[in-house]
């Protein structure tokens, strides 16, 4: 049962990946696709008419409008970047970073390698100010969680860092029924990924503290 849940999302990540792979080559091969999809952020699908071109052969026939809006949204947010930007990163160069297996990198991962890589000056100021911004993220409803990813992603970028856009396609769609064990993730992901380092060498001093010195007797 695990085995065929795993084999699942790993079909469910190549298709996704496939699509971020696809939306990443619009944008760097035509200006006017990357200026339709760049329209479309922070948009309902109701108001995203330039985009269904390039979506709606992505999209299961039966209809659901809340995943449905998952792929309008991260088109959208991976096409919000100057083109020079997106001309830079290849198509073959966005999966090769993506993690293999049935599951990527959380957006809480995301986040705090993001702050991770600010300046050591900063870092303090700037983890008060992302774990705020992530405590509001995950207690959105699906339309909030819309209207707060472009900003977001934005300040990722100030520091030069991407999400794994195919991980949080598959995040979004499931949002509207499991966003408490998907914020979770995200909050888990955040604090396991920025105090990684620290909790290791605690841990390694633990353990080399807990180690009797030669000639010394066990109690």
């Known amino acids: 049962m695990a085995e065929d849940r795993d084999a699942a999302a790993t079909v469910r990540r190549l298709e996704h990946l496939r699509f ?6 619009l944008c760097a ?4 696709a990357h200026a339709r999809l760049r ?25 659901n409008r809340e995943r449905d809006r998952a792929y309008y949204a991260v088109a959208a947010l991976i096409a919000d970047q100057p083109r ?3 001309r ?15 599951y990527g990198s959380s957006f809480g991962r995301t986040l705090a390698e993001s ?26 409803s699906p339309a909030g969680l819309h209207r707060y990813l472009p900003s977001a992603t934005r300040l990722l970028r100030q520091y030069e860092t991407e999400p794994d856009w195919a991980q ?10 499991h966003s408490a064990d998907i914020g979770s993730r995200w909050q888990q992901d955040y604090f396991r990924t920025l105090h990684h380092d620290g909790w290791r060498k605690k841990d ?13 007797s066990a109690v």
Not at 20 to 25: D, G, P, S
Not at 29 to 32: F, I, Q, T, V
């Open 88 to 102: 830079g990163r290849s198509a073959h160069d966005t999966e090769a970073e993506r993690p293999p297996g049935a």
């Open 84 to 86: 020079h930007v997106v």
């Open 20 to 25: 971020v792979r696809e939306i990443n080559q």
């Open 168 to 177: 949080l396609l598959h995040d979004l769609t499931r949002w509207p029924w």
């Open 204 to 216: 390694e001093t633990d353990a080399a503290q807990a180690v009797p010195e030669a000639g010394s």
């Open 29 to 32: 091969e035509s200006p006017g």
């Open 115 to 140: 702050v991770l890589s600010s300046p050591a000056q900063d870092r303090s100021r700037r983890s008060d100010s992302t774990r705020r911004r992530l405590n509001l993220l995950v207690r959105q």
């Open 39 to 63: 329209r479309g952020v922070g948009k309902d699908i109701d108001q995203v008419t330039g985009m269904h071109e390039f979506i709606a052969h992505w999209l299961p026939e039966k209809r």
